[in-house]
């Protein structure tokens, strides 16, 4: 949280004179986050301003709640100011000002200024300037709110306690200082907050309906206190659960139910991974309000005015976003293709004379080459679904014609099937395909980790070979 006060430029002149000076080495006592806590310094790891307005003052909020009416209009007043001041948040401090998803003019940018201070969550400057922290260095310690520093810390304890400034990644928020309405915010936030916070949803309810205290509760200090709780979800919820459908190497996450309560923020995933789409939500159906309303300021013209008061709205390309998602699902089968038995890879197989494969079949090996493979039948001559007799006159014969239709054309899975049973390459030019073909394949996959495509097997040859049985 920050009040006028900003302390971020001075930690940023406090840093670079300590780097300036360490070669004197200065000794300075250990910060507070570092130290344990005991019955003299506990006080000291709170955050005490913070702590007031996000925790004490929404707890006091809680508590005057039960001793005042809750009037109809003052009810429909909180919820609709609830969504501007939430949209403040997510269409101005995020979207507007932390990635620059889209443009705004002066009155509108005036106007997110104005609301997203209502929400008591600091001024656009500070809010941003951790904001592109916890993008650039997600899940690391510079990660001003990272959820790897636990659920609760990411959600609120990153505020109400007393942390290391130095441990926060710094960012560049020049192009903000450059946006006079971030300017005057900042410079102003202390009054910002307390008259649209409290004073200017009061006197709305107070001279709308008369309900000066009813309008101060609930239009003012419940309604912050839910747009605050709603916004941390993003930092920790988003960070917790759901669906990593572009990339899971990180933690944020696609969810519906963050969604509901963020006016759209909850596809996390995405938008860690496309930060300056104004979308968070691509599919039609999936709920993100925030990109409604700034696709709807960009089309609106109102009369007088020479465009829309929002413009130049950034999406990230089609084939970019599938791309991402194509690798997930890619990573997806990888994972299921490494639990199944594909058989030995054929470049870990040794190569056999004819003369050599003959023997071993006239010593009782029940062995069968088809395509320049060697299998060995032995435990599944017994459950061939063909007979008995069928695979065992294949033994110790090459059988590729009647594998692939001189008898019976096989199937997918019987080829797959196969492919586990093969324990030796044949000698004598069979070899040489069998390699062209693997290498071909591998040029495919750099990799080597494809899924074997039905009807690619080594086993299955070219055209079926008609059945010489068929007349
Ligand atoms: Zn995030
Ligand atoms: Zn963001």
């Not at 005991?38 to 707890?59: C, Q, S």
């Not at 968070?280 to 465009?307: E, H």
Request: with cysteine.
């Amino acid at each position: 949280m920050s009040t006028i006060h900003e302390p971020a430029v001075f930690y940023t002149w406090q840093q670079s004179f300590q780097d300036r000076n360490s070669q004197v080495s200065i000794k300075k006592a250990t910060h507070i986050q570092y130290q344990d806590v005991t019955f003299r310094n506990w006080y000291k790891k709170i955050n005490w301003l913070n702590t007031t307005l996000v925790v004490l003052i929404p707890l006091y909020g809680l508590y005057l709640a039960k001793h005042t009416p809750l009037t109809r209009p003052t009810l429909l007043w909180s919820i609709a100011y609830y969504f501007f001041t939430a949209f403040g948040i997510t269409g101005g401090y995020h979207r507007l000002w932390s990635h620059r998803c889209y443009s705004a003019r002066p009155p509108l940018r005036l106007f997110l200024a104005f609301v997203g201070a209502g929400a008591i969550q600091g001024s656009i400057r500070w809010w941003s300037a951790n904001h592109r922290a916890h993008h650039r260095w997600t899940d690391t310690m510079k990660d001003p709110y990272s959820v790897m520093r636990g659920l609760l810390f990411s959600h609120i304890g990153w505020m109400v306690l007393n942390n290391d400034p130095k441990v926060k990644g710094r960012t560049d928020v020049s192009d903000l200082d450059s946006d006079w309405v971030v300017v005057l915010q900042h410079k102003h936030y202390g009054k910002c907050l307390l008259f649209t916070a409290w004073l200017f949803p009061m006197i709305v309810a107070g001279l709308g309906w008369g309900d000066w205290w009813g309008g101060l509760v609930y239009a003012g200090i419940i309604r912050a206190c839910f747009v605050q709780q709603a916004t941390f979800c993003v930092n920790s919820l988003a960070h917790w659960i759901g669906e990593q459908p572009f990339d899971d190497r990180r933690s944020p996450r696609d969810h519906v139910l963050t969604a509901l309560v963020t006016m759209g923020e909850g596809y996390h995933n995405f938008h860690h991974e496309f930060p300056s789409d104004y979308r968070n939500a691509i599919i039609w159906y999936q709920y993100d309000p925030t990109k409604w309303l700034i696709f709807l300021l960009s089309r609106i013209r109102i009369p007088g005015l020479v465009a829309p008061m929002a413009y130049d709205l950034k999406t990230f390309r089609e084939n970019e976003i599938e791309k991402g998602r194509l690798q997930q699902q890619q990573k997806a089968l990888d994972r299921k293709r490494a639990k199944l038995d594909w058989g030995i890879p054929l470049a870990q197989l040794p190569v056999v004379d004819w003369d050599d494969f003959k023997t071993r079949c006239a010593e009782g090996a029940k062995l069968v080459a088809i395509a320049g493979v060697i299998h060995d039948v032995e435990s599944f001559i017994v459950d061939h679904p063909g007979g008995k007799a069928l695979i065992a006159s294949a033994v110790g014969k090459d059988a590729t014609a009647l594998f692939n239709g001189g008898v019976y054309e096989h199937s997918n899975a019987a080829h797959n099937l196969l492919s586990t049973m093969r324990v030796g390459i044949l000698r004598g030019g069979q070899e040489v395909e069998i390699w062209k073909i693997e290498w071909s394949r591998l040029e495919k996959d750099t990799k080597g980790v494809a899924v074997m495509r039905a009807g690619e097997q080594i086993t299955r040859v070219g055209a079926p070979v008609a059945a010489a049985v068929a007349a």
